[in-house]
């Protein structure tokens, strides 16, 4: 299965009926990485049928509350259904203390352990496991803010089940073939890993940046990305708007997306305040025309 | 307008997509209340299109999440609306806290002023205007939890057009009649109030039960309602899983319905564990027949 996103909300800080506020899934083949976690998150995670314990780990963005109000109702939801695995939560400082004094006020003891893990600065190795490699990037805006770099991790190559046969490869040497050695055969001869498996397929990479002004700080550490996920609160018309509450046009996603290399730009995080979303895709596309909604409910394959 | 109750969720723990957390609005002419304030309870206010800003005090039973974990949510959406007038949130000790720190971690200086006034016991008056009066209930929970009795004020006598007429009563005596007083005229005859103005409608009471196990110390606050909202999490074939929670069944919430001498019955809180909510009429009927489920998005006048 392919490195995949779900927009769960695409929102910005009033929640209407129609647009959700800040959370996306990052799926793989056997783990789910929740990033922000906007009110009633959790619904909308029953409403797309997903399996929400195999979320082990949970990347907050920052402390303003469209992004992560809907943490502590979607933990407590974990615990009614009697997880037992531990949970990861990467964020700022500040947010263990609020979910902690809620459930103690509360007076619930968790069915399972929690893991807060305090995002510091950018360029760190947040998260890594066989599937991602996880790490943060710079946001600016008005509160610490971090972005998310999710890097799908090498797999292993694809043996060539014709070439085997036809070089006599022995089953104990397929694991290292698989890795990418050369085979030395029984007489000494070396045969060239390439005549053995297919050629690798490139990871690829999905960066997350909500919310944030236009900042080409970011360019030094964002590379050029399959996938990039870019707020555009605004368009042109409310840039002084924009840069007070620091946050980004549809132009300034897409100069970030043009300049980076990206190959795809997802735009989000909408003000409610435009009636139409289709404005955000004309003001971004004249820039970087393989621009996007990011529409609640959808998935996007990483790379395709 | 008569006092009214709109149901906006009456699930219990686990939200679903059919069934809201805790939250009722309490509508009179003037002012709207806000009982308890389950996840999404801003989602649900916004699709009955209740204008939120006519919301000044708000009740929250108990520090269980269900009933609570919307309103840092609400909070900032009338901030980010513009909200200049007063909120007045009571709550059990805890949530200021909470609140507090959620703003503050975000940097947020909220655009009008937050005043938590804590419960400390039951049969205290809360709050007091021109339409309520509102007293705390005990109930009986895993941690403090109290109900809230909504009582209306005595509204002034109405006044019989016909006979200030006939008795020529001057318009300045006018007033001190709808009070109820008689009117003495130039001759210094009394004329009886009951002659100037018609039968006096009496005060309704509302009385909002959630979350408590079955509990007899109850009946000794609780008036004659002619509206009473009774939790019943669960029904009688779960009773073991009832006293263990501290909850009700619904035939708990009939015996109170009837012991106490309510007019009408509404249950909620319902777990989501039971696919009808018809079994839970058929458990209360029998005990106390005006029973009825409340149903999220009706509005029940209190009285009718």
């Given at each position: 299965m392919p490195l995949s996103v779900l927009i769960l909300g695409s929102g910005s800080a009033l929640p209407t009926l129609n647009s959700n506020q800040s959370a996306q899934l990052v799926e793989t083949e056997s783990e789910l990485y929740l990033i922000d976690c906007g009110e009633g998150t959790q619904i909308e995670l029953r409403r797309r049928k997903?399996?929400?314990?195999?979320?082990n780990h949970i990347f907050i963005?920052?402390?303003?509350?469209?992004?992560?109000?809907g943490l502590v109702g979607l933990m407590s939801t974990l615990h009614l259904l009697g997880r037992t695995k531990d949970l990861h939560i990467h964020a700022p400082k500040g947010l263990e203390e609020i979910i902690r004094i809620q459930f103690r006020d509360a007076g619930s003891h968790l069915s399972y352990q929690t893991f807060f893990h305090e995002m510091?600065?950018?360029?760190?190795?947040?998260h890594e496991d066989k599937n991602v490699q996880v790490r943060s990037l710079p946001l600016k805006h008005r509160i610490p803010t971090f972005g998310f770099l999710f890097k799908e991790q090498q797999k292993d190559r694809k043996l060539d089940p014709e070439a085997l046969k036809e070089y006599k490869v022995?089953?104990?040497a397929r694991k290292a073939i698989s890795k990418g050695e050369d085979y030395t055969n029984e007489e000494g001869k070396v045969i060239a890993n390439e005549k053995l498996s297919f050629p690798l397929e490139a990871p690829v990479q999905y960066a997350y940046c909500s919310d944030?002004?236009?900042?080409?700080?970011l360019l030094q550490l964002?590379?050029?990305?399959?996938l990039l996920y870019h707020e555009?609160?605004?368009l042109e018309k409310d840039r002084e708007r924009a840069s007070k509450t620091y946050h980004s046009t549809a132009k300034d996603a897409a100069r970030i997306a043009n300049l980076s290399g990206a190959k795809k730009l997802l735009l989000g995080?909408?003000?409610?305040?435009?009636?139409?979303?289709e404005s955000f895709l004309k003001e971004a596309r004249p820039i970087f025309p393989d621009s996007y909604i990011a529409e609640e409910g959808e998935r996007y394959i990483v790379g395709a």
């Amino acid at each position: 299965m392919p490195l995949s996103v779900l927009i769960l909300g695409s929102g910005s800080a009033l929640p209407t009926l129609n647009s959700n506020q800040s959370a996306q899934l990052v799926e793989t083949e056997s783990e789910l990485y929740l990033i922000d976690c906007g009110e009633g998150t959790q619904i909308e995670l029953r409403r797309r049928k997903v399996r929400i314990q195999r979320i082990n780990h949970i990347f907050i963005s920052h402390l303003h509350g469209d992004h992560f109000f809907g943490l502590v109702g979607l933990m407590s939801t974990l615990h009614l259904l009697g997880r037992t695995k531990d949970l990861h939560i990467h964020a700022p400082k500040g947010l263990e203390e609020i979910i902690r004094i809620q459930f103690r006020d509360a007076g619930s003891h968790l069915s399972y352990q929690t893991f807060f893990h305090e995002m510091n600065g950018s360029n760190q190795l947040i998260h890594e496991d066989k599937n991602v490699q996880v790490r943060s990037l710079p946001l600016k805006h008005r509160i610490p803010t971090f972005g998310f770099l999710f890097k799908e991790q090498q797999k292993d190559r694809k043996l060539d089940p014709e070439a085997l046969k036809e070089y006599k490869v022995p089953n104990f040497a397929r694991k290292a073939i698989s890795k990418g050695e050369d085979y030395t055969n029984e007489e000494g001869k070396v045969i060239a890993n390439e005549k053995l498996s297919f050629p690798l397929e490139a990871p690829v990479q999905y960066a997350y940046c909500s919310d944030t002004a236009y900042s080409e700080e970011l360019l030094q550490l964002l590379p050029e990305v399959e996938l990039l996920y870019h707020e555009s609160t605004f368009l042109e018309k409310d840039r002084e708007r924009a840069s007070k509450t620091y946050h980004s046009t549809a132009k300034d996603a897409a100069r970030i997306a043009n300049l980076s290399g990206a190959k795809k730009l997802l735009l989000g995080h909408f003000s409610n305040r435009y009636k139409s979303r289709e404005s955000f895709l004309k003001e971004a596309r004249p820039i970087f025309p393989d621009s996007y909604i990011a529409e609640e409910g959808e998935r996007y394959i990483v790379g395709a």
